[in-house]
Antibody, heavy 125, light 107 residues
Framework: QVQLQESGPGLVKPSETLSLTCTVS??????????WGWIRQSPGKGLEWIGS???????YYNPSLKSRVTISVDTSKKQFSLKLTSVSAADTAVYYC?????????????????WGKGITVTVSS | EIVLTQSPGTLSLSPGERATLSCRAS???????FAWYQQKPGQAPRLLIY???SRATGISDRFSGSGSGTDFTLTISRLEPEDFAVYYC?????????FGPGTKVHI
């Protein structure tokens, strides 16, 4: 079955860029009907959807983070990545990657049916 | 943005009892676009219910979802020890996708 694994630095300095990668195993990343998303969880804000990407590169972003977020995909490596710029303490969270369904009929993102285990990222000098 | 409110915040129950968790949306949500997740300490959320009432693969039939419009419910018919966790609702009818703050079910 499909499994996801997040990787990247666990500590990022304020004002710098947070970069994380999610590796997909056990199934294709170039799978129609699925987007690949990033979600974070912090004590203060709960679960927050960051954004999602299709294997073709089409993206959706949360408007609250859109100015600082870039999600990209490398199908040859079966990976997708998150970059979050100008981080502050408010970006300290557990970051999850997830597989997300997609509804072609409505052009809508769907639920997350497979999740990675998560990676803790702390923003501190 | 659709805001989801869950109640109660905490539910104290015993194994074998029935749990009823509620989620209210600030705007109408099509039942096709509503999900519930379970999260245990130190673990990622796990999909339980999608489309408001469809159980995800491998999920026990003790879990059931219902609702429409702005009010949705997750029911756990007979609590097992492994069911004590935090439960989140989610809407995916409109962007940004949003989650509720969670209901903690504990003994």
């Amino acid at each position: 079955q499909v499994q996801l694994q997040e990787s990247g630095p666990g500590l990022v300095k304020p004002s710098e860029t947070l970069s994380l990668t999610c590796t997909v195993s056990g199934g294709p990343i170039s799978s129609s009907g699925y987007y690949w998303g990033w979600i974070r969880q912090s004590p203060g804000k709960g679960l927050e959807w960051i954004g999602s990407i299709y294997f073709s590169g089409s993206t959706y972003y949360n408007p609250s983070l859109k100015s600082r977020v870039t999600i990209s995909v490398d199908t040859s490596k079966k990976q997708f990545s998150l970059k979050l710029t100008s981080v502050s303490a408010a970006d300290t969270a557990v970051y999850y990657c997830a597989r997300q369904t997609y509804y072609y009929s409505s052009g809508s993102l769907g639920y997350m049916d497979v999740w990675g285990k998560g990676i803790t990222v702390t923003v501190s000098s | 943005e659709i805001v989801l409110t869950q109640s109660p915040g905490t539910l104290s129950l015993s194994p074998g009892e029935r749990a009823t968790l509620s989620c209210r949306a600030s705007q109408t949500v099509s039942s096709d676009y509503f999900a519930w997740y379970q999260q245990k300490p130190g673990q990622a959320p796990r999909l339980l219910i999608y489309g408001a009432s469809s159980r995800a693969t491998g999920i026990s039939d003790r879990f059931s979802g219902s609702g429409s419009g702005t009010d949705f419910t997750l029911t756990i018919s007979r609590l097992e020890p492994e069911d004590f966790a935090v439960y989140y609702c989610q809407q995916y009818v409109s962007s940004p996708l949003t989650f509720g703050p969670g209901t903690k079910v504990h003994i």
